[in-house]
Structures are given as structure tokens and as C-alpha cells.
């Protein structure tokens, strides 16, 4: 879609109000759709070029599909030329478990592999924990086995797979996921099993070579059923559109950042369709503006989507959804449960933000529909959002405006229960939100090794601009870039996007391996799925330390450029270059057909407008509507611009610049605004500060976490995660236990403990020691703690720790847990007190005498070790 930039439309009483100098010219319209949890954005470009937006609920009473109604009353029966679209069909499927019914088919012996998958623990403190339901609602064994050398173990048994597969069908089932062991790279069994199950009537046939041909068992399986569980239902969809539409074009947004036809759509891709529109939108609108480094914002009603931009889309090859880990290549986006809808409560000690979401039905308290106190309602109690300038899409009808009157009732219904003001505890909701999303936007941005104090924060989505100052000051980001269309920008963005297909598969060699058949057969498909023959192609290796199990992308070439690519990456994000050799775990290729164009500028001119004078957080403060705001025209802080879709705040020490584009540019002089602005007295305790100080220890002690796995060799490590991470303040207290273990929960302080009696103040910075002694908060031997004291100005400020199960420390059984142990040398090595780094040199020889030490010396100190 080539959009050709003309001023917004507005929504107005759920509708679209068009511009009303300029008349429709006969012809045929363009549609970029992006249906949200909350609201259903529209882009449309008009015959005569202009550009129209519409901003719906996505659930109504008024009408029953919310992007048919927008494109109804926008093309007003004139012809449509094309369509495409972003939909959270298949993510609402997935979270509602409201799939098709998949029968698994997976090799004997492996028909709980998926149903035990990883022993994560995102809810620490659970004593009663409760898995997610499977996808699967029937699992068949198929006798069947190969070797990882694609030698057949056990050949497959047709005659039982038949029967089996014809006694589900029987049952009802239509779709079935097929999963074999070492099928990605030895297909044959799969696709016979395939040729069954369409003889016997399964219309659904997911097969894991083609669905997710990369290696590793439960993340292959567990999209495969992916594809399967959501496919049939995606397909309802897409045809219901294509119905409506006719023969109109019907395009869908990829979770990979690319269009397909609504032919090729699958269920696996379709997971992140909206988001990725909106990191696309960031892109074009961040590069037009002249930043080239960007931090994608994207704050709708029910979460946030966090994305990062520093010359190339970044992809995630696994992503967890609703408890479901997807193995297929995606934007890096991490999403967080914090959007204008996340309900705002107090749970008698602290107040809390989300991760329940109001919704669009009910929604906030202020949406007329007898809903929860939330952000939103946050926004509007303090005066941020005006219901004089917002949409009238409210209430039974959808043609009310926003209630102050029930919001202020909740907010003093809260303040009795707090002692707190009710500005106090609407500042304090904002404040925790603010933390909640800065914690997210870290996640892809500084654990990855980036600094982000030199980019560009792109507010997108309608609530993003309500707080974007104010995340930005809390990560020392100095600029925020909000666009003219950052109330639609994934709207926007689908409407720029390119025809794309990417096209992965294992590889698992030495750098320097051959694959050019392999880059030749990926690129052949890509090409073919994309239908352009001339389509631009991308070769990615993706590379990893032998025995790791997180690859690095870079660009394909010669090994010794790979290896300078992949040391320069691995430093920026882990901090170290390892002495380990570099795989080839995979290839991928990305075919891209050109499809879209930026709009030209259409400068305002004039005199900017006088501002309309009201009141937020108690001060008169001028707002201006965006649209008639000239080039050049500045404003310092506090201010509130309104435009079509979206409200962007200018915080008090920031100043707003309108440029030729009809961006608005921020900017501030000020340093980071952390959790600690708040002024307080340390005695006594703060509801919304103790909450903001448990965002940052805690996410100071999952980025260990995510450290840890990504660089381990360790299986127990790295696929069980038999690890936890902790803070501890200068006492040794425990301040932060990630989500991790919950049999380490409390010892690992007792280790912190032991280490301070016996060393005192002889610790330096660098150093890191070692235990597993029992005796002083230890576990069981294979559990090895690691500790390391922080320095901040030469005075020790706290302690980081990490423990993680070892396969082996020696002893008498493989495994170090004999039943029959009957001294701890039997158990194998004790470790108590053990200075492993001095000063930050890795005492490598000292280490691998203490394992070789004893009756009972460790099997494999070299694994030990590494």
C-alpha cells in the first residue's frame, strides 16, 4: 500500500468524522486494519490520496465486527482496491484455549515430552501449581523411532498408525500435529504418517519438518500443536473476511514483520500480526524523522509491546505465549501486562498494577460500563486525558464520554483504605505502570548490550504518548518521537509493510561447513512463498559456543567474519568471549518484495492556534490540538497535545517541537528519573516506592537469570533450568529471588551468610566464591552457589548469587545423589568457602584440583568447569 500523507481524520461518537474540506473523490480505497484487544485501529487512503484513521472498541454493542464497521463507514459503499490486515484471532485462541481440538502423533515413548516440557516457575511463591492445559487434547504413540544420524531404530508401523489415527477421527478430531524424533532433519516417517492422516479424512495436518525444522524435541513439538490448534480457526476467520470483501485483495500481517496472502496465513505465524505492524511503523516513521537508533513503544489498553531498532528488525527464533513456547522466527517483541487497562489495586501493603486487564468490555472504570479502577483511570482522575477532547464511544449506547464522576468516587473510596490522597495514589498507579514498562523496555535493549541513552523513545499505540516522558526519563532517554499517526501506527505500519517469507532450518556444523544446498533450497522456498521471483534475499547464520543452546545472528559470510561478528555481539550481551568453538546452528533466509512507500510531509501553515486552558494534576496547563500545530512550532512543559488517536503529555523539565513532517519531537535536559524521586521518609513505609523498588531488584535478578541460560553448556541448566538468581543487600538479606527454583527459596541466604562470617571485610571486587556445603546454606551437593559482593565507591552495597545443579560433583553413583550415601564424600566433592574468581582471574587450575580432590572425585570437571 503506497500511503500518501494527508491530515488524520478524527473519530468522533465511535465513527469517523472526515475531513469536511475536502470531498471523496470516486474511486477505490485502501485498508490497513489492526485489531487490538482493546480498540481496532484503521489507516485508509482515500481515492484523492488523503489519508483517513478511525479508532473503534474492539467489542461493542453498537456493531458486531468492529474492523467491517470502520471499513463500512469509511469506503461508504465505494469500491475497495486492497486490504490487509493485523488480528488477534490467533492470540485470543491461544489465551482463551479456544482452539481446535488437536490430536498429538508423537514417537512411543515420548507421549508426555510435551506435557512436562520445562520446569519453569513464573509464579515462585505458588505451593499449588497449576500448568497450563495443553493444547492437545488426545496424544497417540506412533511406534516409529530414527537415530540423530537418520538411521531407523524402529521402523514405522503403517498398520498401527492407521488404526490409531482412523480411531480419532472417529473420536471427532479434524487436526493433528505430527512430532517425530529427528524429524526435523529425517523426514520420511513424518510425511508417512502425513499421507495416513489425509486418507483418513484429517483436514488439519501439521508436520514438524515443515512447521519448525529446527532441532530440540518440545519447542518443535510445541508449535507444531500450535500451528494445528490455531490453523483451523485462523482459516474461519480469514475466510469470513475474504467473504465480506469479495474478490478485494486480503493481505495479513506476519508475526515475522511481513505480509502473506490470506491463502498462506498459518496459526503459528499469526501469533504477534498486530505488534508487528507497529514495530514496522516505528521503523519507517523514526527513520523519516532522521534517528536511526530506536526503542519502540507501543502502549495499547490491554499490555505494551516493547521492540528495539539499531539498523536490522531483530528476530526471537522462541517465543513464550500463554505458556506455549513457539519456535519460529519473530520480531523481538516483548510484551508486557501493563496497558491503560491494567487494573490498579491495593493489596494492603502495596499498591499494584495489573496483570489483570479491565479489557474493552468492561473496561476502565471511566467507560461507563461498571468496570475496575486502572491506568486509564489514572490518566483521567489527574487530568491527563480531557473527556471534552476525547472519543464519545462510551457507555451502553457507545456515544457517552468519559466518567470523572465514578472515577473520582473509586479514587476516595481508595484513599480511606490507604491514608493516602487520592492525586497520591493516582500518581503512584502511573508511577508503578511507568516501572513495570521500563522494566521490559531493559529487556530488550541493556541485557542485550545496549545503551539506550543515546535513542529515540517512539511512542505508538493510543495510551504510549500518555506516559512516554515519563518512561524515557526512567531509562535517561532524552528524546521521544511521537508521529502524527502514532494512535494507529500499527495500522500505519501494516499499511508499509513488504511481502515477506523467512525460511529457517538446522544445521548444527563447524562454521566453515558447506551449506550452500541448504541456503539454495531455503532461498527457493522464500522466494516461492513471497510469489516474487525478483524478491530481495537476506542469508542469516545464526552461531553459537559448542554445547550452548543460544545462537547470535549475523550475517552470512566468510567463517572468519562470522566469528569477529558473533565475539563482537556475544561481549556486547553476556560480557565475555568464551575459549569455545563456534557452531553453525542454523541458517535462515528472508525473501522481501518492496510493496510500500513513506507519505509525503503535508506541512501545516499559519499561525499555531491559541491553546484551549485545562486542568491536570491541579494546574492549568494549555492544550493544543496537533493537527493545526505549524512546523516549527515549541512549547515547554507541562502541555497535552491531542490528534486523532492518541494524547501525548508533555511532562514539567520537557519541551515539545513540531517538525516539517508534523512529528513531535521531545526533548529534555534532564537525567534518568529513577524509582528514588519520590521524596519520602525513609521510616516510614511508601506503598508505591516499595512496589517501584521491587520492579528493579527483581528485574536486576532475572536478567542474571537470563544470562545464565543463555551462555550455560549445562542440559540442567540451559533446558531444565535447575538454576536461581538473588540479590542481597550489605547484610546478606535477601532483597530479590527471581522466578526461578523454588527448592533454593531462602537457603541461598544462608550461603551469603556463611561466606560473610568467614571472610569478613577481606573481600574485594572481583572476587566470586564457590560452596555447596549443606552445612551452610547448601542443598544437595550438585547445587553449587556462586557469590559475588558489589561495589559501589569502594564500599561493599550488596551481593549477587547464583546456584545451579551440576550433572555431576562426583561420588559413588553417577549423578551425585546415591540412596545408599552414608558420609557427604560419598555424595561427592564439598565445596565450602571456595575463592573460584580472585579479583576477576578465574582460578581455573585451583578449581579443577578441588574436583579431582577426594575418594570420589568428579567424573567430568571439564563440564564442571565450563
Given at each position: 500500500m503506497a500511503l500518501h500523507a494527508a491530515k488524520p481524520a478524527r473519530v468522533e461518537d465511535g465513527g469517523v468524522q472526515l475531513d469536511p474540506d475536502a470531498a471523496v473523490v470516486p474511486g477505490a480505497w485502501r485498508f490497513a486494519v489492526d485489531r487490538g484487544g482493546t480498540f481496532t485501529d484503521i489507516v485508509a487512503v482515500a481515492p484523492d490520496g488523503r489519508i483517513v484513521t478511525a479508532k473503534l472498541l474492539s467489542a461493542s454493542p453498537a456493531y458486531p465486527d468492529a474492523a467491517a464497521?470502520?471499513?463500512?463507514?469509511?469506503?461508504?459503499?465505494?469500491?475497495?482496491?486492497?486490504?490487509?490486515?493485523?488480528?488477534?484471532?490467533?492470540?485470543?485462541?491461544?489465551?482463551?484455549?479456544?482452539?481446535?481440538?488437536?490430536?498429538?502423533?508423537?514417537?512411543?515413548?515420548?507421549?508426555?515430552?510435551?506435557?512436562?516440557?520445562?520446569?519453569?516457575?513464573?509464579?515462585?511463591?505458588?505451593?499449588?501449581?497449576?500448568?497450563?492445559?495443553?493444547?492437545?487434547?488426545?496424544?497417540?504413540?506412533?511406534?516409529?523411532?530414527?537415530?540423530?544420524?537418520?538411521?531407523?531404530?524402529?521402523?514405522?508401523?503403517?498398520?498401527?498408525?492407521?488404526?490409531?489415527?482412523?480411531?480419532?477421527?472417529?473420536?471427532?478430531?479434524?487436526?493433528?500435529?505430527?512430532?517425530?524424533?529427528?524429524?526435523?532433519?529425517?523426514?520420511?516417517?513424518?510425511?508417512?504418517?502425513?499421507?495416513?492422516?489425509?486418507?483418513?479424512?484429517?483436514?488439519?495436518?501439521?508436520?514438524?519438518?515443515?512447521?519448525?525444522?529446527?532441532?530440540?524435541?518440545?519447542p518443535r513439538g510445541d508449535t507444531t500443536v500450535v500451528d494445528a490448534y490455531l490453523s483451523p480457526v485462523l482459516r474461519a476467520h480469514v475466510d469470513r473476511v475474504a467473504a465480506a470483501l469479495g474478490d478485494t485483495p486480503l493481505q495479513f500481517m506476519q508475526s515475522n514483520g511481513g505480509l502473506v496472502a490470506a491463502p498462506g496465513f498459518r496459526g503459528k505465524d499469526a501469533i504477534l500480526s498486530g505488534p508487528a505492524g507497529g514495530v514496522v511503523g516505528m521503523v519507517a516513521v523514526g527513520l523519516a524523522a532522521g534517528f536511526d537508533r530506536l526503542i519502540g513503544f507501543d502502549m495499547g489498553g490491554t499490555s505494551t509491546d516493547v521492540s528495539h531498532w539499531a539498523g536490522d528488525f531483530e528476530r526471537a527464533t522462541e517465543t513464550l505465549v500463554a505458556g506455549v513456547r513457539v519456535r519460529t522466527p519473530m520480531l523481538a517483541i516483548e510484551t508486557v501486562a501493563a496497558g491503560g487497562g491494567s487494573i490498579c489495586r491495593w493489596d494492603g501493603t502495596r499498591l499494584r498494577v495489573g496483570p489483570e486487564s479491565a479489557g474493552a468490555m468492561p473496561g476502565p472504570a471511566a467507560y461507563r460500563n461498571g468496570g475496575p479502577l486502572t491506568v486509564t483511570d489514572a490518566q483521567v482522575f489527574l487530568g491527563r486525558l480531557q473527556p471534552d477532547h476525547f472519543p464519545a464511544i462510551f457507555g451502553a449506547s457507545g456515544d457517552q464520554t468519559l466518567a470523572t464522576d465514578v472515577v473520582a468516587a473509586k479514587f476516595a473510596a481508595l484513599a480511606a483504605k490507604t491514608g493516602l490522597t487520592p492525586a497520591a495514589i493516582a500518581e503512584g498507579f502511573l508511577d508503578i505502570a511507568v516501572a513495570t514498562m521500563a522494566r521490559k523496555v531493559r529487556a530488550v535493549s541493556i541485557e542485550r548490550g545496549h545503551d539506550v541513552t543515546g535513542y529515540t523513545l517512539v511512542a505508538m499505540g493510543g495510551a504510549a504518548?500518555?506516559?512516554?516522558?515519563?518512561?524515557?526519563?526512567?531509562?535517561?532517554?532524552?528524546?521521544?518521537?511521537?508521529?502524527?499517526?502514532?494512535?494507529?501506527?500499527?495500522?500505519?505500519?501494516?499499511?508499509?509493510?513488504?511481502?515477506?517469507?523467512?525460511?529457517?532450518?538446522?544445521?548444527?556444523?563447524?562454521?566453515?561447513?558447506?551449506?550452500?544446498?541448504?541456503?539454495?533450497?531455503?532461498?527457493?522456498?522464500?522466494?516461492?512463498?513471497?510469489?516474487?521471483?525478483?524478491?530481495?534475499?537476506?542469508?542469516?547464520?545464526?552461531?553459537?559456543?559448542?554445547?550452548?543452546?543460544?545462537?547470535?545472528?549475523?550475517?552470512?559470510?566468510?567463517?572468519?567474519?562470522?566469528?569477529?561478528?558473533?565475539?563482537?555481539?556475544?561481549?556486547?550481551?553476556?560480557?565475555?568471549?568464551?575459549?569455545?568453538?563456534?557452531?553453525?546452528?542454523?541458517?535462515?533466509?528472508?525473501?522481501?518484495?518492496?510493496?510500500?512507500?513513506?507519505?509525503?510531509?503535508?506541512?501545516?501553515?499559519?499561525?499555531?492556534?491559541?491553546?484551549?486552558?485545562?486542568?491536570?494534576?491541579?494546574?492549568?496547563?494549555?492544550?493544543?490540538?496537533?493537527?493545526?500545530?505549524?512546523?516549527?512550532?515549541?512549547?515547554?512543559?507541562?502541555?497535552?497535545?491531542?490528534?486523532?488517536?492518541?494524547?501525548?503529555?508533555?511532562?514539567?523539565?520537557?519541551?515539545?517541537?513540531?517538525?516539517?513532517?508534523?512529528?513531535?519531537?521531545?526533548?529534555?535536559?534532564?537525567g534518568p528519573r529513577g524509582a528514588d524521586h519520590r521524596a519520602t521518609d525513609d521510616a516510614v513505609v511508601d506503598p508505591v516506592r516499595l512496589e517501584l523498588f521491587n520492579h528493579r531488584f527483581m528485574g536486576i535478578a532475572e536478567a542474571m537469570g537470563v544470562a545464565l541460560q543463555s551462555t550455560a553448556s549445562s542440559v540442567n541448566i540451559k533446558e531444565r533450568l535447575d538454576f536461581s538468581c538473588a540479590l542481597f543487600d550489605a547484610a546478606g538479606a535477601l532483597v530479590a529471588n527471581a522466578p526461578h527454583m523454588p527448592v533454593h527459596l531462602g537457603s541461598m541466604g544462608d550461603s551469603v551468610a556463611a561466606v560473610m562470617r568467614s571472610r569478613g571485610d577481606t573481600l574485594r571486587a572481583g572476587d566470586v566464591v564457590a560452596l555447596n556445603a549443606p552445612y551452610n546454606g547448601g542443598t544437595h551437593l550438585p547445587d553449587i552457589t556462586v557469590i559475588m559482593p558489589v561495589f559501589v565507591d569502594g564500599v561493599r552495597a550488596f551481593f549477587v548469587a547464583a546456584r545451579g545443579h551440576h550433572a555431576d560433583i562426583g561420588g559413588i553413583r553417577p549423578g551425585s545423589m546415591p540412596a545408599d550415601s552414608v558420609t557427604i564424600a560419598d555424595e561427592g566433592i564439598l565445596i565450602d568457602d571456595f575463592l573460584l574468581v580472585a579479583q576477576g582471574q578465574f582460578r581455573d587450575a585451583d578449581i579443577r584440583a578441588l574436583l579431582a580432590s577426594g575418594p570420589w572425585p568428579a567424573r567430568d570437571p571439564d563440564r564442571n568447569v565450563n
Open positions: 464497521e470502520g471499513i463500512a463507514r469509511i469506503a461508504r459503499g465505494e469500491p475497495i482496491a486492497s486490504v490487509r490486515m493485523g488480528t488477534t484471532v490467533a492470540t485470543n485462541a491461544l489465551l482463551e484455549r479456544d482452539g481446535e481440538p488437536v490430536l498429538l502423533a508423537i514417537t512411543r515413548g515420548f507421549t508426555d515430552a510435551l506435557r512436562i516440557g520445562h520446569q519453569a516457575r513464573p509464579r515462585l511463591f505458588d505451593r499449588h501449581i497449576v500448568l497450563p492445559e495443553p493444547l492437545s487434547a488426545r496424544t497417540m504413540a506412533v511406534q516409529e523411532r530414527m537415530t540423530a544420524e537418520g538411521a531407523v531404530l524402529t521402523p514405522l508401523d503403517e498398520a498401527a498408525t492407521a488404526a490409531d489415527l482412523a480411531a480419532a477421527f472417529a473420536a471427532g478430531f479434524r487436526a493433528v500435529a505430527i512430532v517425530l524424533m529427528h524429524g526435523y532433519r529425517f523426514p520420511a516417517h513424518e510425511r508417512r504418517v502425513a499421507a495416513i492422516a489425509a486418507r483418513v479424512g484429517f483436514t488439519q495436518i501439521s508436520v514438524s519438518h515443515d512447521v519448525s525444522p529446527t532441532i530440540k524435541l518440545v504518548g500518555q506516559v512516554a516522558c515519563r518512561v524515557a526519563a526512567a531509562l535517561g532517554i532524552t528524546r521521544v518521537l511521537a508521529s502524527p499517526f502514532a494512535g494507529v501506527l500499527s495500522a500505519f505500519g501494516i499499511g508499509l509493510a513488504d511481502v515477506r517469507a523467512v525460511r529457517e532450518a538446522t544445521v548444527d556444523a563447524a562454521l566453515d561447513a558447506d551449506v550452500g544446498d541448504v541456503i539454495g533450497g531455503l532461498t527457493a522456498a522464500a522466494i516461492a512463498a513471497v510469489g516474487v521471483v525478483t524478491a530481495e534475499t537476506v542469508v542469516t547464520a545464526l552461531i553459537k559456543y559448542a554445547g550452548t543452546d543460544t545462537p547470535l545472528a549475523v550475517a552470512f559470510g566468510t567463517p572468519p567474519a562470522m566469528a569477529a561478528a558473533f565475539a563482537q555481539q556475544h561481549r556486547a550481551r553476556f560480557g565475555f568471549v568464551a575459549d569455545s568453538a563456534l557452531v553453525l546452528d542454523a541458517v535462515r533466509v528472508e525473501a522481501v518484495a518492496r510493496s510500500a512507500v513513506l507519505p509525503d510531509p503535508v506541512p501545516v501553515t499559519g499561525a499555531p492556534p491559541s491553546p484551549v486552558m485545562v486542568t491536570m494534576a491541579g494546574a492549568a496547563v494549555p492544550l493544543f490540538d496537533r493537527a493545526t500545530l505549524p512546523a516549527g512550532f515549541a512549547v515547554a512543559g507541562p502541555a497535552i497535545l491531542i490528534d486523532a488517536g492518541a494524547t501525548t503529555i508533555v511532562e514539567a523539565g520537557w519541551s515539545v517541537e513540531v517538525t516539517a513532517r508534523g512529528d513531535a519531537v521531545l526533548t529534555t535536559a534532564r
